[in-house]
């Protein structure tokens, strides 16, 4: 063959190659296009029922939405037509309950008192008895500058105890409004309070001490406290009222009672604060009066002198106090003293001093705290129906010793034990007489 023919024999044979190769190609192109189609077609077809379904859940949620609206509307409507039906000054809130507050205790008491006589026989039977005291507390706010507080309580007519004796075949026990008064509290001056009525006492007594006032008196009249941050580590407190003791008759003077009192409270350091103040109370009409309370008859000068049943001396009663307060590590300990005068006794037996001290702090459950006071107080030194009601069974005219101790036993509920060892010098036999006292308390408080 010749070399030409093969030649066009070669081009031929490739031209044809390449004629299958497209064929073959054009046939596979063609299935893939088909698969295509119809795989677009099936996801049209989705979409369109997903679109269906969403129209669907639309209409739905629609339904649900207008029907939820009606139903509002139909409360609402409810609602103001309550509202409307309601009597005339009938509150539609009841806001007013939030500016109330209520508060409360009960105290539980085991009391034992052995007492020495001037008889042949010593010593009294110990007296042993069962008391309690239970205490309704409502304060409520009259708006931003006024509030107004009442106190009903258990007990008697006896101005420094609440304390109700269990005896007397199951009796009913008595009632008392014991505090009852309102509470003035400007903007324009801040820190100051004033008080009217039947009113917790105003004046600070360090370490809670009652040498000049029991801490069940609730005194009865006007009086201001006002305290005032001088700097950093200085406050100044202010206190002082004019209170109506009793109201005579037969032309004869009230007893009254007015007392100004300044105090300074000096932060040394942390934990470490001084206080320190001064007092000064005069007691009007007194001089020549009749027993306080008058009820009390001849029982209630609780060793104040006197003679005819009057009282023999006025009562002007200067006071000088003072408290340390620190801690021990991490335990709270605080010192405290108390110095009196009668500055209008016409007798000697015009003084009366206490010191005291204080270790740790009842708070959480499990936490405990201990107290100590030594007092020597003199016949005059201050008006006997008013002070201590324990110390040497009341009054003036003894000395000695009390030991106090609390327990906080869970959330609200206090366990307490106080021993008086006293000597009382009230009576004619020229000495002393023992007088031991012992108080075991359950203590439970709500608010």
């Not at 027993?291 to 006197?306: H, M, V």
């Not at 005291?356 to 006997?384: H, L, M």
Request: with cysteine.
């Amino acid at each position: 063959m010749k070399k030409g023919e093969i030649g066009k024999r070669t081009v031929l044979t490739a031209v044809a190659v390449g004629l299958l190769l497209l064929l073959s190609a054009g046939a596979a192109r063609a299935d893939e296009l088909s698969d295509l189609k119809q795989q677009m077609e099936a996801t049209t077809k989705m979409m369109q029922e997903m679109q269906e379904r969403m129209a669907q859940l639309e209409a739905r949620q629609k339904l649900k939405e207008q029907s939820m609206a009606e139903q509002i509307e139909a409360v609402v409507k409810k609602t103001e037509e309550i509202e409307k039906a309601a009597p005339a000054g009938l509150p539609t809130s009841a806001s007013w309950v939030e500016r109330i507050k209520w508060s409360g205790d009960l105290r539980y008491r085991h009391e034992s008192i052995d007492e020495e006589t001037s008889g042949s026989v010593r010593w009294k039977d110990g007296r042993n008895r069962h008391r309690i005291r239970a205490r309704l507390m409502l304060e409520a706010v009259v708006n931003d500058e006024w509030g107004v507080g009442f106190r009903l309580a258990s007990g008697s007519a006896d101005p420094t105890s609440t304390n109700q004796t269990l005896d007397d075949s199951f009796s009913s026990k008595d009632i008392w409004l014991d505090l009852a008064y309102f509470d003035y509290h400007p903007a324009a001056v801040k820190g100051l309070n004033v008080y009217g009525g039947k009113i917790k006492n105003p004046f600070y007594m360090v370490g809670g001490n009652q040498l000049i006032f029991d801490g069940d008196l609730n005194p009865e009249g006007i009086a201001f406290t006002w305290e005032k941050a001088l700097n950093d580590r200085d406050t100044l407190r202010l206190a002082g009222g004019g209170f109506w003791v009793d109201e005579g008759s037969g032309g004869t003077t009230d007893p009254s009672l007015f007392g100004g009192q300044a105090m300074i409270t000096h932060t040394i350091g942390n934990p470490d604060k001084i206080t320190a103040g001064v007092s000064y109370y005069d007691f009007g009409g007194i001089q020549g009066y009749g027993s306080l309370p008058a009820t009390w008859g001849s029982s209630g000068f609780l060793g104040n002198s006197n003679s005819g049943g009057l009282y023999t001396n006025d009562y002007d009663v200067f006071e000088v106090f003072g408290e340390y307060a620190t801690k021990c590590g991490s335990t709270p300990l605080s010192f405290f003293g108390n110095w009196i005068k009668n500055v209008a006794a016409t007798s000697s037996e015009d003084t009366g001093w206490l010191i005291g001290a204080k270790i740790n702090k009842v708070k959480d459950p499990g936490s405990w705290e201990a107290s100590y006071t030594y007092r020597d107080i003199q016949a005059d030194a201050t008006v006997g129906a008013l002070n201590d009601s324990d110390f040497i069974g009341g009054g003036t005219n003894g000395k000695g010793h009390t030991f106090g101790a609390t327990y906080q036993v869970s959330k609200n509920v206090q366990a307490a034990v106080t021993y008086f060892l006293n000597e009382d010098r009230a009576n004619t036999a020229g000495r002393s007489f023992d007088y031991h006292r012992l108080q075991a308390d359950l203590l439970f408080k709500f608010k």
